[in-house]
């Protein structure tokens, strides 16, 4: 059985960097496991951020990147606002079924 | 404005059957491929399935735990997307959202409970 990992939790000061992963069981991640990237905040619906490793939807904050990273998806955020505060998830495709990470919840203090 | 509204969601017997429906707006439903996604209570994302628009093939594809128990369909005349859950488990205890790649529905709370 696939499996993603991410990790558990992140904490980072306002204006800050931080940067969260996404590893593959089954080796490196590659632009063809078309990394996906979504916020959830409590009671809400998640919201895509990145889709196909790095794009950006038209609604996705400038300071959200989207890379790979040593072998692993990785999505970046650079002046970390309050509202940034939020759980995190990846996902990739494995020959057309997508495999979702366990998801990061980042605090920001 | 996008919109996907699931329904169908409710309380359900183990071994049972539910149908939900996701009804779409706000875009071209016929050219988009639709997904489900479930989240039970206090925990992650899980991917359900995956349904291509009729031009690139309409096949589907299935996450392991649900395989032979769940199918999804469209209907692109009523810009509808459906999820058929068969042989329900407490494990499919979950919110379901409907989503189109880039824009997620509000969910729907399946119950799989005696």
């Known amino acids: 059985q696939t499996v993603v990992t991410q990790e558990p939790s992140l904490t980072v000061s306002p204006g800050g960097t931080v940067t969260l992963t996404c590893a593959s069981s089954t080796g490196a991640v590659t632009s063809g496991y078309y990394p996906n990237w979504f916020q959830q905040k409590p009671g809400q619906a998640p919201r895509a951020l990145i889709y196909?490793?790095?794009n950006k939807h038209s609604w996705t904050p400038a300071r959200f990147s989207g890379s790979l990273l040593g072998g692993k998806a990785a999505l970046t955020l650079s002046g970390v606002q309050p509202e940034d505060e939020a759980e995190y998830y990846c996902?990739?495709?494995?020959?057309?079924?997508?495999?979702f990470g366990g998801g990061t919840k980042l605090t920001v203090l | 404005e996008v919109q996907l509204v699931e329904s169908g969601g409710g309380l359900v017997k183990p071994g049972g059957s539910l149908r939900l429906s996701c009804a779409a707006s706000g875009f071209t439903f016929s050219n988009a491929w639709m997904t489900w996604v479930r989240q039970a209570p206090g925990k992650g994302l899980e991917w359900v399935g995956r349904i291509k628009s009729k031009t690139d093939g309409g096949t589907t594809d299935y996450a392991a735990p649900v395989k032979d128990r769940f199918t999804m369909s469209r209907d692109d005349s009523k810009n509808t997307l459906y999820l058929q859950m068969n042989s329900l488990k407490t494990e499919d205890t979950a919110v379901y959202y409907c989503v189109k790649y880039d824009y997620w529905g509000q969910g729907t709370l399946v119950t799989v409970s005696s």
């Open positions: 996902l990739l495709y494995y020959g057309g079924v997508g495999v």
């Open positions: 196909s490793t790095s």
